[in-house]
């Protein structure tokens, strides 16, 4: 792939928006990240209300436009976890910031498994961040890990295994109530007692169930995308280290054309091959890339206490020594993207879908994840450099809210 390198020419109204200290866009150039070609973007009140062809010899610098990222697993960002006794919205800010720096503009923080106090409380701090002016546009809703997963060790990761608890509708409607309705998305191990009348109900709630951290059969598979399971959380990981060559929770659901899977490409949760194969697979249109970060993210490598476990910190990945297993990534998103184009040799359009226009179609988020009018103006300019992907400017809700320069 050609490295592309340029500073993108902008047109700015020399307005401020709602949103303070953020200035508001109105029109912005580049290359189309679908088909290579020149086009300006035309913006109003936040939204997207045109887009023209330019002649390709505007002498326009090659950056690339794409729709902004979208991560529907990150657990955290720069020290702040979202699980964590101390969240706060000034907390939340802190991420939602961090995350504009590398493209991501719309996100969910995921909550993973803990007690029942703990997420009564964190899910009332992030439903109001949601409301913030600020911050808001790029939160459209929580991801809920657990607590009802697997406990047996290696499928339940780096989950604490006193917390993990069998599906409780009536449990998991107070942490909706608390959350403001905005739990939009749940993994669930489907060979737990009651998982299926559970996942049935979720889905009648318009709530997306996701298969993770499990050991189910293949028919506890089958049940749960009959009751309306939809996706896989993170497939290839949340799994024990020695499995059955033939009967094992990867297979059933590769072999499911009804699941979606998510994956983290970050070239350590998953070997090259395994990302190749999968993806052949699935294809294009059922794969979605996710960072799965923790709160250690963007901090120095080395040993934490996080969670009442010890993990260490490497520049790439987290581990949880104690269990032999992964704790979660380092890297964000972007970096998914481009070692999906490395490990795959698929393009710059299709590894965007599988970070953009994927998670916004599979939670039904109308408003984003494309470039067309009467979408919001969330919006990326990026250079492609040594096969990783460089943000130079961040765009939310038609705000200007990071510049490399």
Request: hydrophobic content about 40%; overall charge negative; aromatic content about 8%.
């Amino acid at each position: 792939m050609r490295n592309f390198k340029a500073i993108l020419f902008f047109v700015f109204l020399g307005l401020f928006s709602l949103v303070s200290g953020q200035q508001s866009i109105s029109s912005l150039e580049g290359i189309f990240y679908l088909d290579n070609k020149p086009i300006s973007v035309k913006i109003s009140e936040g939204k997207i209300t045109k887009i023209d062809r330019l002649s390709s010899d505007t002498g326009l610098p090659e950056m690339f436009i794409a729709p902004g990222l979208i991560d529907i697993q990150i657990n955290g960002y720069m020290g702040v976890d979202f699980t964590g006794e101390d969240l706060t919205i000034e907390g939340v800010r802190k991420v939602t910031k961090a995350l504009w720096k590398e493209g991501v503009t719309s996100y969910l923080p995921t909550v993973i498994t803990y007690d029942h106090d703990r997420y009564l409380k964190n899910f009332a701090v992030l439903a109001e961040a949601m409301k913030d002016k600020e911050m808001g546009w790029s939160i459209p809703g929580f991801h809920l890990e657990g607590p009802y997963i697997s406990p047996v060790q290696g499928y339940r990761g780096a989950h604490l295994e006193k917390y993990i608890r069998p599906p409780d509708w009536e449990e998991f409607s107070k942490y909706q109530k608390a959350a403001d309705n905005n739990i939009k998305m749940i993994t669930v191990a489907p060979e737990m007692d009651g998982a299926i009348p559970f996942i049935q109900k979720l889905t009648e709630h318009e709530v997306c169930v996701s298969l993770g951290h499990h050991n189910g059969s293949s028919v506890n598979i089958r049940d749960a995308v009959d009751a309306g399971a939809s996706l896989s959380t993170h497939l290839g990981n949340g799994c024990a280290n020695m499995i059955n060559r033939h009967y094992n929770p990867i297979w059933p659901q590769l072999s499911d054309d009804r699941l979606s899977i998510t994956l983290i490409v970050d070239g350590f949760h998953l070997t090259e091959e395994e990302v190749r194969s999968f993806y052949k697979v699935k294809g294009v249109q059922n794969t979605i890339l996710v960072s799965d970060a923790l709160d250690l993210a963007g901090l120095e490598p080395g040993e934490y206490v996080r969670g009442e476990r010890t993990v260490l910190l490497t520049p790439n990945v987290i581990k949880f020594p104690a269990e032999n297993v992964l704790a979660g990534a380092a890297s964000p998103v972007r970096i998914c993207v481009g070692n999906m184009i490395r490990f795959t040799g698929c393009s710059l359009k299709d590894a965007i879908q599988m970070a953009s226009i994927n998670p916004a179609e599979h939670l039904k988020l109308e408003n984003v994840g494309e470039i067309s009018p009467g979408k919001l103006a969330n919006l990326i300019l990026f250079t492609i450099e040594k096969n990783e992907m460089v943000i130079q400017k961040t765009i939310v809700a038609g705000n200007l809210v990071y510049s490399k320069d």
